[in-house]
């Protein structure tokens, strides 16, 4: 049975940083995609990062560039996201995805709400003050 189960989110004031984790199981890791996606009230759900295990390829969307980092502890079996610079604006809940790489389309099926993505976590709260 695959699971995810996200951690570390929290509230932090602007300018601060989070590193979620995601711990993962009952899959192949390196045989999956991994991805960040997040959902504030009242907004589709959006993807943030994504991670291609095997080739350690990554896709963030533009809003995330620079401030945001996907990385994985293959021995873990845990994916991170070091987010940095948080803004107001990246208050929502976020959530761990996994798919079996296969023909996914790394950054096309990231830069959607996910609905490629089979596999989801419980999702983890990140409020940011101003």
């Known amino acids: 049975e695959v699971r995810l189960v996200e951690s570390g989110g929290g509230l932090v004031q602007a300018g601060g940083s989070l590193r979620l984790s995601c711990a993962a199981s009952g899959f192949t890791f390196d045989h999956f995609a991994v991805g960040w996606f997040r959902q504030a009230p009242g907004k589709e759900r959006e993807g943030v990062s994504c991670?291609?295990?095997?080739?350690?390829?990554?896709y963030y969307t533009d809003s995330v560039k620079g401030r945001f980092t996907v990385s994985t502890d293959n021995a873990k079996k845990t994916v991170y996201l070091q987010m940095n610079g948080l803004k107001p604006d990246d208050t929502a809940t976020y959530y761990c995805?996994?798919?079996?790489?296969?023909?996914?389309?790394?950054?096309?099926?990231?830069?959607?709400?996910?609905?490629?993505?089979?596999?989801w976590g419980q999702g983890t709260q990140v409020t940011v003050s101003s």
């Open positions: 995805a996994a798919e079996p790489m296969g023909f996914l389309h790394l950054s096309r099926a990231c830069s959607g709400p996910g609905n490629e993505y089979d596999y």
């Open positions: 991670m291609n295990i095997f080739e350690t390829s990554t």
